[in-house]
């Protein structure tokens, strides 16, 4: 039997993690918004993110922070270019549902198998961003990856909040997603919202790959189960809510860190599976009940 | 094209703002507007009539781009391309749909601002607010309210005032009245009516034929997706007269 005293201990690392899923449980949520597409590409966004800024750090001799930006950029350029090459032609065809999965997910084996020929098979990870030694809660320690994790998430919450409230840019992107009929008639550019959201998606999963990349790895192949993590978030927020993803995403990354402590790490993507089942039975709409 | 509006569109007429030609749309396989002329002048209120059923949202939404479609829309001369209605939108023609299209969830000031979605200069825009909400003092009161939340007239007046944040050239609304009380409805059309006597070309299109009636000066009958009559509106006496004409 488990050793509950490491309880707290658990929850925190849980609650790391758990901004993880939510990020990119906000990032399938952007794109469901802007074009009713269910993007399942959005793991190669989380992968790279956290490999181009592995690659120009350790091999470039580029600093962490640059090598970041830089990597944020380059997953947003690509991820307009998944909606100009994939996506674009489908939904003029209007492509359903099944075969925008589909087409997402081909694209996203395709990007993992060239990142396989490209940097190989071995994991690679970067250093925390302030290595300090943990700080010290009682028993528990709060180690500075997890406050940049944490922090990091909150703010991006924060700015797309702002975003999405505030601009123009961002409450047209909302009118796309109420209404994409009505939204043209305002003059709204449809389709080029829809890029955005590719941008703003891809990019927020490349946060969510570098902040997650120090207290685990990366390689090749992490893109899938992040995806079907986040994928679950947005699920168990209500899909189409970006900030039901995120609590979605907390809630997951908590029940799965319990899991693990309770019944061993083997059985940690059941935990999220049976959360995921429970929410399709019980409330299949999510917590703050789906957009549409 | 009818020998009444040949004549009226021949030499020393001005270019009417909008001109269709041979306007057909289809839902699917099925052809519900079939090869319609019409053409409104500029500054002038032209009232689309006809049952349930005969094509006059398909024949809006057709001017759009909305539907699939066919044939030629020129408006102020230009020929506007028949799929994409960002761009006929941006032209400065603007549709009130069926339904109003609001952006439910939204602030009755958001609603606002998105109607402006093109317009970068702030005073400009102040200035298309504050003449929206002078126009319907009721939305000021409203302005953090989700739209979806106010009453059907409320609704109304706010889908109007954020086709006017565009700064129209040409305004299409489809059924304005309907679900509207009566008193509700007067006040709509009476601020069309002062909207058109400031120059801007309307179409309105409606069941409601007596409302439409006292405001437009001409009207045009639609049935089963075709022109069937082009009116005087001063003709037309009784309801009589235009069901004479769906059925001719």
Same mark, same amino acid.
């Given at each position: 039997?488990?050793?509950?005293? +490491?309880?707290?201990?658990?929850?925190?690392?849980?609650?790391?993690?758990?901004?993880?899923?939510?990020?990119?449980?906000?990032?399938?949520?952007? =794109?469901?918004?802007?074009?009713?597409?269910?993007?399942?590409?959005?793991?190669?966004?989380?992968?790279?993110?956290?490999?181009?800024?592995?690659?120009?750090?350790?091999?470039?001799?580029?600093? *962490?922070?640059?090598?970041?930006?830089?990597?944020?950029?380059?997953?947003?350029?690509?991820?307009?270019?998944?909606?100009?090459?994939?996506?674009?032609?489908?939904?003029?065809?209007?492509?359903?549902?099944?075969?925008?999965?589909?087409?997402? *997910?081909?694209?996203?084996?395709? =990007?993992?198998?060239?990142?396989?020929?490209?940097?190989?098979?071995?994991?690679?990870?970067?250093?925390?961003?302030?290595?300090?030694?943990?700080?010290?809660?009682?028993?528990?320690?709060? @180690?500075?990856?997890?406050?940049?994790?944490?922090?990091?998430?909150?703010?991006?919450?924060?700015?797309?909040?702002?975003?999405?409230?505030?601009?123009?840019?961002?409450?047209?992107?909302?009118?796309?997603?109420?209404?994409?009929?009505?939204?043209?008639?305002?003059?709204?550019?449809?389709?080029?919202?829809?890029?955005?959201?590719?941008?703003?998606?891809?990019?927020?999963?490349?946060?969510?790959?570098?902040? =997650?990349?120090?207290?685990?790895?990366?390689?090749?192949?992490?893109?899938?189960?992040?995806?079907?993590?986040?994928?679950?978030?947005?699920?168990?927020?209500?899909? @189409?809510?970006?900030? @039901?993803?995120? *609590?979605?995403?907390?809630?997951?990354?908590?029940?799965?860190?319990?899991? !693990?402590?309770?019944?061993?790490?083997? *059985?940690?993507?059941?935990?999220?599976?049976?959360?995921?089942?429970?929410?399709?039975?019980?409330?299949?709409?999510?917590?703050?009940?789906?957009?549409? | 094209?009818?020998?009444?509006?040949?004549?009226?569109?021949?030499?020393?007429?001005?270019?009417? =703002?909008?001109?269709?030609?041979?306007?057909?749309?289809? +839902?699917?396989?099925?052809?519900?507007?079939?090869?319609?002329?019409?053409?409104? @002048?500029?500054?002038?209120?032209?009232?689309?009539?006809?049952?349930?059923?005969?094509?006059?949202?398909?024949?809006?939404?057709?001017?759009?781009?909305?539907?699939?479609?066919?044939?030629?829309?020129?408006?102020?001369?230009?020929?506007?391309?028949?799929?994409?209605?960002?761009?006929?939108?941006?032209?400065?023609?603007?549709?009130?749909?069926?339904?109003?299209?609001?952006?439910?969830?939204?602030?009755?000031?958001?609603?606002?601002?998105?109607?402006?979605?093109?317009?970068?200069?702030?005073?400009?825009?102040?200035?298309?607010?504050?003449?929206?909400?002078?126009?319907?003092?009721?939305?000021?009161?409203?302005?953090?309210?989700?739209?979806?939340?106010?009453?059907?007239?409320?609704?109304?007046?706010?889908?109007?005032?954020?086709?006017?944040?565009?700064?129209?050239?040409?305004?299409?609304?489809?059924?304005?009245?309907?679900?509207?009380?009566?008193?509700?409805?007067?006040? !709509?059309?009476?601020?069309?009516?002062?909207?058109?006597?400031?120059?801007?070309?309307?179409?309105?299109?409606?069941?409601?034929?007596?409302?439409?009636?006292?405001?437009?000066?001409?009207?045009?009958?639609?049935?089963?997706?075709? !022109?069937?009559?082009?009116?005087?509106?001063?003709? !037309?006496?009784?309801?009589?007269?235009?069901?004479?004409? +769906?059925?001719?």
């Amino acid at each position: 039997m488990a050793d509950w005293s +490491y309880i707290p201990q658990v929850l925190v690392s849980g609650l790391g993690i758990g901004c993880v899923y939510g990020l990119i449980g906000i990032g399938f949520c952007v =794109i469901y918004n802007a074009s009713g597409i269910v993007n399942f590409a959005q793991g190669a966004f989380v992968m790279l993110g956290g490999m181009i800024t592995q690659v120009l750090f350790s091999r470039s001799g580029v600093p *962490l922070p640059v090598a970041a930006l830089i990597a944020i950029a380059a997953v947003a350029v690509l991820g307009v270019a998944i909606e100009r090459v994939v996506v674009r032609p489908l939904w003029n065809r209007k492509a359903t549902m099944f075969v925008m999965i589909l087409a997402t *997910l081909a694209a996203q084996i395709v =990007i993992e198998r060239l990142t396989l020929i490209a940097v190989g098979d071995q994991p690679k990870t970067l250093p925390v961003f302030t290595d300090r030694p943990p700080l010290m809660f009682g028993s528990v320690a709060v @180690g500075y990856q997890l406050i940049w994790i944490v922090g990091g998430s909150l703010a991006i919450v924060g700015l797309l909040a702002a975003f999405f409230g505030l601009t123009r840019t961002g409450k047209a992107m909302r009118a796309c997603s109420i209404n994409r009929e009505a939204a043209a008639l305002q003059g709204i550019p449809v389709s080029r919202m829809l890029a955005l959201a590719f941008a703003l998606s891809a990019a927020l999963g490349a946060i969510a790959g570098i902040l =997650i990349t120090p207290t685990q790895y990366t390689a090749f192949n992490v893109g899938v189960p992040f995806a079907i993590s986040g994928f679950i978030a947005a699920i168990v927020g209500g899909f @189409g809510r970006p900030f @039901g993803a995120f *609590l979605g995403g907390l809630l997951l990354g908590l029940l799965q860190a319990l899991a !693990i402590v309770g019944f061993g790490a083997g *059985l940690k993507n059941v935990a999220a599976l049976s959360v995921l089942l429970l929410f399709l039975f019980i409330r299949p709409s999510g917590i703050l009940g789906a957009a549409k | 094209m009818s020998p009444a509006v040949a004549a009226r569109t021949q030499v020393g007429a001005p270019p009417p =703002i909008l001109a269709a030609t041979g306007l057909s749309a289809r +839902y699917g396989h099925v052809e519900a507007l079939h090869g319609v002329d019409l053409h409104i @002048g500029e500054g002038e209120l032209v009232a689309v009539l006809g049952p349930n059923g005969a094509g006059k949202s398909t024949l809006l939404r057709a001017i759009m781009g909305l539907s699939v479609n066919s044939g030629e829309v020129r408006f102020r001369g230009d020929v506007l391309p028949r799929s994409d209605a960002v761009a006929v939108a941006s032209r400065g023609i603007v549709l009130v749909p069926e339904g109003r299209g609001l952006f439910a969830p939204m602030s009755v000031s958001d609603n606002l601002e998105l109607g402006a979605y093109r317009l970068r200069d702030k005073a400009e825009f102040n200035r298309r607010r504050e003449r929206v909400l002078t126009l319907f003092p009721r939305l000021k009161e409203r302005l953090g309210q989700a739209a979806g939340s106010m009453s059907g007239g409320e609704q109304q007046m706010l889908a109007l005032g954020r086709a006017l944040m565009a700064g129209p050239k040409l305004l299409l609304l489809d059924e304005p009245s309907l679900g509207l009380a009566p008193r509700v409805t007067g006040e !709509i059309l009476e601020t069309l009516g002062l909207l058109n006597r400031e120059g801007l070309a309307i179409v309105l299109v409606e069941q409601k034929a007596p409302l439409a009636l006292e405001l437009a000066s001409r009207v045009y009958l639609l049935s089963l997706g075709r !022109i069937v009559a082009e009116l005087d509106p001063r003709d !037309i006496t009784s309801h009589d007269d235009l069901a004479q004409h +769906y059925f001719a």
